[in-house]
């Protein structure tokens, strides 16, 4: 059977250790040689540089959060040993790890790391593609001539280079598919490597139901009382009776089941919205006070559009009330925007509408549907003043980036200073 040491890359090592470094991290597959999609995640990423950046936390529980009226964003594998998860309220997990070192999260940091992961990938393959800022799928197909090795000891070499260059480590999942990548990625977690070839339909067959990406709370429980519970009860259904029970998503369901996906490694993939959100530490009721945060998170909002080169054709208001209610509230835009003061008009209305003596703890705004760019803002005859909101808000940008991100302060945002939780 192929095998290769992930410490050394000598394949076809015979044993359990390798005999050229001692190593056991010895990976064995019949198609080791031969898959092409590889699916990367990195390993409590957030934690992971906090700790790479303080190395006397290296012992300790890490997350990376809001206040105590936030949420965690990450956490290291020893508070998770405790119970702590991502998007957990931060008083959960500080009940269940009060030990805790808890970091306010430092995404200009984060954002450099990933971009800097993003360009190593790219050496290996055009054919990226982000999920997210710790995580991205690969096709490495046709590539082992250029590379002189096949994909599993080209995504090994790399998982070293990571870890030599940013002292962070990955996961990767090895298959022929996208969906099998990532559940091969999820296999062998943290520092792991797993490979997924025709032997996964078996394996799947076993399988709870939630397994599968997509398959939330609610399509589970639909999925139970209907009597299907693991996924070879699925994968036996053929497309006519999927869609009978499932709906119109049921075939797709059934072929997931199967570990069948047809998805490509696309590149230029949009991102489908672009959103900002905060939690304060106290709750806020009063419209007034919520509109200070609001304004913060737009002029936020407008920034992320303006890096990505996109613009609002919508404008989506969330909402989340101290019983962990979730409100969300749409408006489509006559035209696209990426000013603050323009998104900031559209999602007003619709928190006023709200802000009736609820208790809120947390509020996001985003952009959906997306627009290009160079569709935002154009001059109108029915408003004329928008090429001078447009150079405003561009001056504000400017003297931000040349002294800081309190050179300029809207008064909007002054009520909202102290309170968010960002």
Same mark, same amino acid.
């Given at each position: 059977?192929?095998?290769?040491?992930?410490?050394?890359?000598?394949?076809?090592?015979?044993?359990?250790?390798?005999?050229?470094?001692?190593?056991?991290?010895?990976?064995?597959?019949?198609?080791?040689?031969?898959?092409?999609?590889?699916?990367?995640?990195?390993?409590?990423?957030?934690?992971?540089?906090?700790?790479?950046?303080?190395?006397?936390?290296?012992?300790?529980?890490?997350?990376?959060?809001?206040?105590?009226?936030?949420?965690?964003?990450?956490?290291?594998?020893?508070?998770?040993?405790?119970?702590?998860?991502?998007?957990?309220?931060?008083?959960?997990?500080?009940?269940?790890?009060?030990?805790?070192?808890?970091?306010?999260?430092?995404?200009?940091?984060?954002?450099?790391?990933?971009?800097?992961?993003?360009?190593?990938?790219?050496?290996?393959?055009?054919?990226?593609?982000?999920?997210?800022?710790?995580?991205?799928?690969?096709?490495?197909?046709?590539?082992?001539?250029?590379?002189?090795?096949?994909?599993?000891?080209?995504?090994?070499?790399? &998982?070293?280079?990571?870890?030599?260059?940013?002292?962070?480590?990955?996961?990767?999942?090895?298959?022929?598919?996208?969906?099998?990548?990532?559940?091969?990625?999820?296999?062998?977690?943290?520092?792991?490597?797993?490979?997924?070839?025709?032997?996964?339909?078996?394996?799947?067959?076993?399988?709870?139901?939630?397994?599968?990406?997509?398959?939330?709370?609610?399509? &589970?429980?639909?999925?139970?009382?209907?009597?299907?519970?693991?996924?070879?009860?699925?994968?036996?259904?053929?497309?006519?009776?999927?869609?009978?029970?499932?709906?119109?998503?049921?075939?797709?369901?059934?072929?997931?089941?199967?570990?069948?996906?047809?998805?490509?490694?696309?590149?230029?993939?949009?991102?489908?919205?672009?959103?900002?959100?905060?939690?304060?530490?106290?709750?806020?009721?009063?419209?007034?006070?919520?509109?200070?945060?609001?304004?913060?998170?737009?002029?936020?909002?407008?920034?992320?559009?303006?890096?990505?080169?996109?613009?609002?054709?919508?404008?989506?208001?969330?909402?989340?009330?101290?019983?962990?209610?979730?409100?969300?509230?749409?408006?489509?835009?006559?035209?696209?925007?990426?000013?603050?003061?323009?998104?900031?008009? &559209?999602?007003?209305?619709?928190?006023?509408?709200?802000?009736?003596?609820?208790?809120?703890?947390?509020?996001?705004?985003?952009?959906?549907?997306?627009?290009?760019?160079?569709?935002?803002?154009?001059?109108?005859?029915?408003?004329?003043?928008?090429?001078?909101?447009?150079?405003?808000?561009?001056?504000?940008?400017?003297?931000?980036?040349?002294?800081?991100?309190?050179?300029?302060?809207?008064?909007?945002?002054?009520?909202?200073?102290?309170?968010?939780?960002?």
């Amino acid at each position: 059977m192929p095998a290769l040491c992930r410490d050394c890359l000598a394949r076809d090592p015979p044993g359990a250790t390798c005999l050229a470094c001692g190593g056991r991290r010895i990976i064995r597959h019949d198609s080791l040689f031969t898959l092409p999609i590889a699916h990367v995640d990195c390993d409590a990423f957030y934690a992971s540089i906090e700790k790479r950046d303080r190395p006397e936390l290296l012992a300790h529980p890490v997350i990376v959060g809001g206040g105590r009226r936030g949420v965690v964003s990450a956490a290291c594998y020893l508070a998770r040993t405790r119970g702590v998860r991502s998007a957990m309220p931060m008083f959960k997990a500080l009940a269940a790890c009060p030990d805790a070192v808890v970091i306010r999260p430092d995404m200009a940091k984060y954002v450099a790391v990933a971009r800097e992961m993003r360009e190593m990938m790219e050496a290996l393959t055009p054919l990226v593609q982000p999920l997210s800022i710790d995580e991205a799928v690969l096709d490495l197909s046709g590539t082992e001539a250029l590379h002189r090795a096949p994909p599993a000891v080209v995504l090994a070499h790399f &998982a070293r280079e990571v870890e030599r260059r940013l002292r962070i480590t990955v996961s990767i999942g090895l298959a022929p598919n996208r969906l099998l990548a990532k559940l091969a990625a999820e296999r062998d977690k943290p520092r792991g490597f797993a490979v997924l070839g025709p032997e996964a339909r078996d394996w799947l067959a076993g399988q709870p139901v939630t397994l599968l990406p997509g398959v939330g709370p609610a399509l &589970a429980r639909k999925l139970t009382a209907a009597g299907f519970t693991r996924l070879g009860q699925l994968a036996g259904l053929d497309a006519r009776e999927a869609a009978r029970r499932f709906g119109e998503d049921g075939p797709a369901l059934a072929a997931r089941a199967r570990g069948e996906d047809s998805r490509r490694v696309d590149p230029a993939r949009e991102a489908k919205s672009i959103s900002a959100e905060t939690t304060f530490e106290t709750d806020l009721r009063a419209l007034a006070e919520l509109e200070a945060p609001l304004w913060q998170l737009c002029e936020k909002l407008g920034r992320r559009l303006s890096e990505k080169g996109l613009a609002a054709a919508g404008v989506v208001l969330k909402l989340k009330t101290d019983k962990f209610e979730t409100r969300t509230r749409t408006v489509r835009l006559g035209r696209p925007t990426k000013l603050p003061e323009m998104l900031f008009r &559209a999602a007003q209305p619709m928190l006023a509408k709200e802000a009736t003596g609820a208790a809120f703890r947390l509020i996001g705004i985003g952009s959906q549907p997306l627009a290009p760019g160079d569709q935002a803002d154009l001059p109108d005859l029915a408003d004329p003043d928008v090429a001078r909101r447009a150079g405003r808000w561009a001056a504000v940008e400017k003297l931000r980036a040349r002294f800081g991100a309190d050179a300029v302060i809207s008064g909007r945002a002054l009520g909202g200073r102290k309170r968010d939780a960002e």
